[in-house]
């Protein structure tokens, strides 16, 4: 099951068709290698089941897929926050149900649909047509069947046609993004009173009563969580590849897969950008204008001025705010003609004023790289280190499938690991809030699923495979009350301390609605009054405040109309009470100019949002079984 997991990890075209998948229905909301046959249940869906295998090797492809996007910022804590296992089981289950109600519906994707959608894809052609020996290519390099590649392909279609018919009908107008954008990005200023939970503790008394009570409520919370200790071997692929033969020919054979993949670099520039936008409508007037100011950026550039600074005046490009920049851009990138004439620049040049559909464009290519081809005998070091390590895996997994039976049979894992010229190791007791560098998340999560004395399946690392057995298993326990008095006789005081600042700020909202100033309110209370300084309606956070617990800043109703909140507003251990101090209208000229953008972003939200509720619709009526002890996150 190994080698078979290991031909279908994805390949950044799976990651391109999944993440289109994401984008066009927003479902898929936003390891430990499962490695045998595993037709156990992790869900099932109106009757059809989702495997265990599937669900494991899906794992697979999305941790590949973080590991090499995050690459060293894929810690064991981001990796928690990530929830993976959740976020896959909800991906897997909202993709059947679209797939359930394409069938229902009667939709199907038609041979010559599939390969006018594949012969499509640029990487699949050359010369701008496609190219099967290309394609073939291509799906070999990155270990995918033209069979398996076709069948996600015509999945992704399916579902793209149920979302057209879905979203057929929406529209957004002028006026509803007009008005949400005028909000959105209205600035406001606003004085506030803090009253800390801190300093009314001296004044909460805390009962035996409230302490049973609390008790009785949040046994969940005060439960003392499970813990394991296993013993675990690491089979690092280094250490098998190094006896690994590589003959001239499979040399050869793997250059010539990965030839224009992994030897032929592009010829790239790295490019800063100015672009002037052309008015929906292309009226000669607006028009005139953008190219007159394209050319005088033009001059200026050639004339010597700081390129960033013109594109950061200028540049009606979101790039502007970087000063153009746009990274390092391969040829074929940019749409023709811009390609051809901004390709054919060299270092430090400036091109002259380039149209395109949305505009006038202006390029400096700040640095280059030419193309450049690495011949058979240059690459084989690189080849011979490439399927050294391939093999070393295949090595290591095998080595690890033999150990696992004699494990799983009784043979102790020190003298398995001796035999192999390793070393096993031990870990302390562990729960599913400790970290430690010798055990991933999810290798972690898999020990705390497995029974004590019980064998781990082989998981995979980046470096190695891992096999383990749980040394011992301490279950959840719930303390009695006497032995955690101290800790819940604090959370008490904490909340009742909580509830007398609530308490205190309402009894202040009168008086502050009669006399609305906050400054007078304040000192007569012993209190001080703080300023947020300017922020957008739309923000998530209030500067010097932070995000608060039950809406958005914009969710405040406040006005120079109406300058004193309603009520008060609670955020961690603090309560605060607003005051409206001033505003700024939003830059509705760039309204205009951006106008065409905003209202298709809208759109795409408004379609976004009806994709949510359409997968809830189906998830309400669907029978649904889900095995969420085998997900489970910690």
Known sequence: MLDVLRKRKRSWIVIFFLFLIVVV??????GQKMREPGAEKVAEINGETITQAEFATEYQRRLEMYRNLMKKDLTPEALKNLKLKKTILDELIDKRL??????????????EELMNSIAGVPDFQSDGRFSKNRYLQVLRANRLSPGQFEDEQRERLLIQKLRDATEDVLKVSENEVRERYGFLQEKISLQYIRLAAGDFTAQASVAEEDMKKY???NKAALTAPLKVQVEFVVYPF????????????????YYNVNRETKFHQQKTLKLRHVLLRIPA????GPKAGARAKAEAVVQA????KDFAELAKQYSEDPSSARGGDMGWINQGQLIQPLDQAVFALKRGEVSGALESPVGYHVFKVEDAKEEKKTDLKAATPEIVRAIKTERGKGEAARAADQDREKAVSGSDLSALAK???LAAKMTPMFGAADTFPEMTEE??????????????QIAEGPNGYTLMRVVQRKEPTLPPLESIRGEVEKKVREAKALELAKKKAEALLDPLKEERDIARVAKANGLQVGETGWFLRGDLEIPKIGALQDLRPGGIPLSAHRPVADRAYAQNSSVYLFVFKASQGADMERFEREKAQLMQQALLEKKQAMGRKFVEMLKQKARMKVESSFIEES
């Not at 229905?25 to 936003?30: K, N």
């Not at 409508?281 to 000669?284: E, Q």
């Not at 550039?301 to 010597?304: E, K, T, V």
Request: glycine residues 10%.
């Open 301 to 304: 550039a050639r004339a010597g």
């Open 238 to 253: 280094d250490h098998f590849s190094t006896k690994v033969q590589v003959s001239e020919k499979e040399v050869e054979d």
């Open 25 to 30: 229905f927003v479902l898929f909301y936003g």
């Open 215 to 217: 008790y009785d409520r």
């Open 419 to 421: 035999q192999r010229g």
């Open 443 to 456: 290798l972690k999560n898999s020990a705390l699923a497995l029974a004590a004395k019980e064998v781990g």
């Open 98 to 111: 679209l797939l359930q109600e394409t069938r229902r519906l009667g939709f199907q994707v038609t041979d």
């Open 281 to 284: 409508g292309g009226d000669a």
